[in-house]
């Protein structure tokens, strides 16, 4: 048995490596596309703000439940306001040079 690659197994191996290549991405140009709608949207439900933001449901939950996030029901869906989202963080906002 020959521990040598012969030029078809290079081949096969090389397009198995382009084939995962081309598949991430896709998968990443995508994520970044989808990224990018999230900011056309007036209303977010609560995974696209939670992927915008970076943080748990739990976290998401926790932001409404102490009324810091203010939010739309509709049916049993949750919507916010992008506009709302903008106010927020500047009302929160620390300007460290007035301290």
């Known amino acids: 048995m020959s521990n040598q690659m012969n030029q078809s197994d290079v081949e096969r191996i090389a397009e198995a490596v382009t084939s995962q290549l081309k598949t991430v991405v896709i998968n990443e140009i995508k994520a970044e596309i989808t990224q990018q709608d999230i900011y056309k949207k007036r209303w977010l439900r ?4 939670q992927r915008l933001l970076g943080i748990s449901a739990s976290g ?4 409404r439940a102490n009324g810091t996030l203010p939010f739309q029901k509709l049916g049993g869906t949750i919507y916010y306001d992008i506009e709302d989202i903008k106010k927020v963080f500047e009302k929160n906002r620390i300007d460290f040079n007035a301290i």
């Open 46 to 49: 609560n995974v696209e703000l």
């Open 60 to 63: 998401l939950q926790n932001l």
